[in-house]
């Protein structure tokens, strides 16, 4: 198993561009979770999706769209980039919801200028 | 409201020392109580988690954590530090259905 994968690893984006942020899990889990981490703050959960075509609001939406069309993918898009969105995103799963454990991405460095 | 407090952003310690990463939490409801870890340029993997029962808990590499209700606490750690654990370390507390919490980290050095 690959876990959960996510691309890119790096980007530089200009102001007002948009992107998508790839997540993939091949754990056949139910829940998949976006957060991103500030320098110096812990993660803070962005969306999340309960199953193929169930997605809901986390703590800081704002800025983001997702969707959630199979298990295996919960793709994050940046439709205006804006230099608060400089960040760390990370991607996560997990098969239960809580307290089941949620199993991370690398993540992914997302840099706007 | 729901939140975390890890005491001390940066924590050095001399390899086989005693580790001990401080996490205090606020909930107006039983929590679930966990510890991540995130070494350089990955993501976030799970040492302990906290839900039920036992209130001493014993997680991966020799880490374990004990949840104190009366100090609301869940403090982590190790008898002796490897160089390996140099690392940043997160405490997470949950107690609706889908929202981690998390506190601000602390960067765990080992001094050789």
């Known amino acids: 198993n690959a876990g959960v994968t996510q691309t890119p690893k790096f980007r530089i984006l200009k102001i007002g561009q948009s992107m998508t942020l790839q997540c993939t899990q091949d754990?056949?889990?139910?829940?998949m979770y976006w957060y991103r981490q500030d320098p110096g703050m812990g993660l803070k959960l962005i969306y999340y999706s309960v199953g193929a075509g169930i997605t809901d609001k986390g703590e800081v939406p704002n800025g983001y769209n997702v969707s959630r069309s199979t298990t295996e993918d919960f793709p994050l898009r940046l439709e205006l980039a804006a230099p608060s969105q400089t960040s760390v995103y990370f991607c996560a799963s997990s098969y239960y919801l809580s307290p089941d454990t949620q199993y991370f991405g690398p993540g992914t460095r997302l840099t706007v200028l | 409201a729901q939140s975390v407090t890890q005491l001390g952003s940066h924590v050095s310690v001399s390899e086989g020392a005693l580790v001990l990463l401080r996490c205090n939490y606020s909930?107006?409801?039983?929590?679930?109580l966990f510890w991540y870890v995130q070494y350089p340029n990955q993501g976030l993997q799970l040492l302990l988690k906290?839900?039920?029962?036992?209130?001493l808990v014993k997680g991966i590499n020799g880490f374990e954590a004990e949840f104190k209700k009366s100090e609301t606490s869940f403090h982590l750690t190790k008898p002796s530090a490897h160089m390996s654990d140099a690392a940043e370390y997160f405490c997470a507390v949950q107690t609706g259905a889908n929202n981690l919490f998390f506190g601000t980290g602390t960067r765990l050095t080992v001094i050789p």
């Open positions: 754990m056949n889990h139910n829940y």
């Open positions: 906290y839900t039920t029962g036992a209130t």
């Open positions: 909930s107006s409801v039983p929590p679930y």
